[in-house]
Each structure stands twice: as C-alpha cells, then as structure tokens.
C-alpha cells in the first residue's frame, strides 16, 4: 500500500479534516511506543487508516481519536442519554436512543427500585438515562442511577420540549466551560436543559416564548463560532424584550 | 412362505374408448424376507401389527393394526432377539439417502454463531458428527450451558461473537425452535474466528484468541483441539 509521503511524521493531520481510507500514522516509523486509538481510527497491520471523516484530534502523550458529527448515535459506555420509551417488557423497558438497537432499561434501575414500586412510564415517556453496557452486538443496556446508585437528576423529564440535534452540537453544548451560546441565554432568562450525547436535548422554562427562543438558538450555533453565538443570543434576547 | 396380494383399483376416465372403466392392479409382494428389492413409500401397508414390531422409518397405523412406512426406501425385517418376551420381527426402511444428518441429543455438532445476546447465543447447526446437515437446524447456547464453572458470572459477550465457528454438544432437542446445546467440556467452545481485523485468530489460552494481523487479543470460550 503506497503511504502518502506527508503522512510521515505523526502530527502533520492533527486537527485538520480526514476522510476514510487517509493513512494516518505509519507504525514501522515509531517504534516502542503505545498509542491508544479511539473511535474512528483502526490498524491495518503497519498504519494507522481513518474509518469516519472528521477532525483528526490527539490528547497528549498519545491518544488519538477522530471527532465527527452525525445524525445517528452510536452508544458507548458511560454516556448520558435522552431515551424515548417504546415498550414496557415484564423486566425492562424498552427504549429508543437514536442507536441500531433498542436499549433495555431494567425496571429496578432506579434509586430504591423494587419489584413492589416499578415505575409506571407509558410509551412516549422521555428518560434522561446513562448508558451502562454498549457494544456493538447486544441491545445497550442503560440505567436512571449513577455509579453509587442514586437517582443523581436520572429518571422521567417532565413538561418541556425535546428536539432533536446531531451529535456533534450536542457534544458543543456539553462542553466545559460553558458553551457560548448558553452562557448568553443564560444571563437574561432562567431555563433548564437536559443534553444526551445522542443528538436530543430537552429545555425547559416557565413560558414557552422562552423555551421557543432557547430552542431556536441552540438550535442554530451549531456552526456558529463563540463569539458568533454571543451575537446571535443577544439579538434573539433583543427581540424578545421588545414585545 | 406366506404372500400377501394387494388390489389396488384405478379407475379411469369415463371418456375413454375401451368399454370396461376400471382396472385392477395387482401388486404380489413379499411379507417375509431379507431386505427386498422393491421400494417402499410412506402409507404403505408392510405388515399386520401383531407380527411385526414398527422399527425406523415405519410407523403403526391409527387403528392400530397395520405397521405402515413413513419414509421411502427399502422394506428391511430383522427377526426378534432371542429372549425379549415379544418374538415378533421388527420392521424398518433402510437406504433412503435423501436425508442428511439430524442432530440427536448427545451428538457433537459444529455450529456458526448468529447472535449472541444477554442470556444466551443462537447458533445455525452445520455439521452433525462430522457429517454435513441438508437443512437449516437452529441452535441456542443459554448462559448456563457454556462452561462447567461459575456459570452465573458467565459474560456471553466474552464467549461468543456472531460468526464463530462452535464445537457444541446437543443437549436436547429444545423447544419448538431451537436445539438446546453445550459447550461446558475442554474440548468444546470456539474452534475458529476472526477478529474485528479480519484475521483468523489464534487461540492462546482457553479464554483468549489473538489476531495475527494486528496482535490483539479478544476474548472467547476456546475448544481445546487436540
């Protein structure tokens, strides 16, 4: 297989745009070191070749992985996720999370859940749940308690409006420290949100003109740069105190 | 040597030429005998119930006095053994090549693994006893049944992956769906799969398999092959 010669040294793709089948690293060139490879990067015995396209991303001293942005979610351990319940089995819900598979939510996944008091979500039902086992042959299996078992803000989101994002923003609006846009709608009116990795997200507040206007801004900073998102916010907010 | 006559009437249509609208056939058949040359299909009378005993490929009828064959092949009779207090003969229908192997309880399969899911894997049997099946046998590995030991903390994830080549033992013959089958010996489990590279792996102890194309290691329940 012919190795593209600008391929040579390890960080010359490093956050810049890569397609399938791009020759990354050269392994025979880098001897007795560990990388570790995330998602979308794979060995193909002596390099390193892209699977999705994307920013090509490394995380000193080693670890590279390939950021990319779309409409599907493909489940991986220890996500937070937004669920709609599709079906209520006699020992776990079913759930759909925007994956292959449906997920299975055991029905004493819950903070003191016992077979006496299993809760009663009817299909429709949103769930803001974590993601406890994903691979990519069985159904994933999610959970509404944290590590320790405590309810930990898990569990059925009531009232609100849920839209629907690509994985991408959603990953944006979970970063830290805060994303832009939401900082800026922030300081003016006071709303929830709930982010799943899998591309939903959840907003809440106490009228819905301000549930609107979050939705539609987050809606569109997708592309935005942050201070982009600032102006964008600000003038949504202006037209708002108009009215 | 007794010979039983059988008549069959065939009727024909009425717009034949010939005036006569029927005709007899009649077939002369041997009812004792070594395996005889003619060949038999399913319904057809081989013997009274009070002489023969109904062996393979035969069956006694509804009203329990006619030992009729359900398969087709050749009429075989094989007389009593001395000492069982029943002297009837038994017969059965041998040479009937167009069936392949059917798995029965106790018979090692080799089976490729279809899904594999929380509490059990399904398998599509290929092999019985060495010998290729002709139609399609499922087969489904509970959690129970892959290995003799600790068999609640069994991850099926770590044992099997779809498309595995499986050594397994037929346990039962299941429910309507599915045989149930075993891999909870030595020398039962993964005889054959490839990793998530492609490449046929190697197996390195009797729960690892290792790519030869990338060195990685995947977890399985491996058959030891002598």
Known sequence: MDVDTRNMTPTNLIDKIVVPGDVVLDLTKMENQTIKLGSGLRQDCDCISVLQAGKLRLSKPNKYWVESSQKRYVPSLEDTVLGIVVEHRSDNFLVDIKAPNLAFLPVLAFEGGTRRNIPKFETGTLIYARVVKANGIMNPELSCTDASGKAAEFGQLKNGYMFETSTGLARMLLSSPTCPVLEALGKKISFETAVGFNGRVWVNASSPDDVILVSNAIMRSEFLSGTQQRIMAEKLLQRLEKV | ?226
Request: include cysteine.
């Open chain 2, 1 to 226: 040597m007794h010979v039983r006559r059988e008549v069959i009437h065939i009727h024909l249509p009425r717009r034949s030429t010939s005036k006569c609208d029927m005709v007899g056939m009649v077939i002369e058949r041997d009812s004792v005998g070594e395996e005889g040359d003619d060949v038999v299909t399913p319904g057809e009378f081989l013997g009274e119930a009070t002489e023969f005993v109904a062996g393979k490929g035969a069956y006694v009828s509804p009203n329990g006095r006619s030992v009729r064959a359900c398969l087709t092949g050749r009429r075989k009779v094989t007389a009593a053994p001395p000492g069982s207090h029943d002297n009837r003969s038994t017969i059965e229908i041998v040479g009937h090549k167009a069936h392949g192997a059917v798995p029965q309880p106790g018979s090692i399969v080799i089976a490729r693994v279809t899904k594999v899911m929380a509490r059990n894997a399904s398998a599509d049997i290929m092999c019985v006893d060495s010998k290729a099946v002709k139609e399609k046998f499922s087969g489904i590995i509970r959690q129970q049944d892959v290995r003799a030991t600790e068999i609640d903390k069994v991850d099926m994830y770590q044992s099997f992956r779809p498309g595995d080549i499986v050594r397994a033992l037929v346990l039962s013959l299941g429910d309507a769906r599915a045989y149930y089958l075993s891999t909870a010996k030595n020398e039962l489990g993964v005889v054959s799969a490839q990793s998530i590279s492609g490449g046929t792996m190697v197996p390195i102890s009797w729960t690892e398999m290792q790519c030869p194309l990338t060195g990685q290691i995947e977890q399985r329940k491996v058959a030891k092959v002598d």
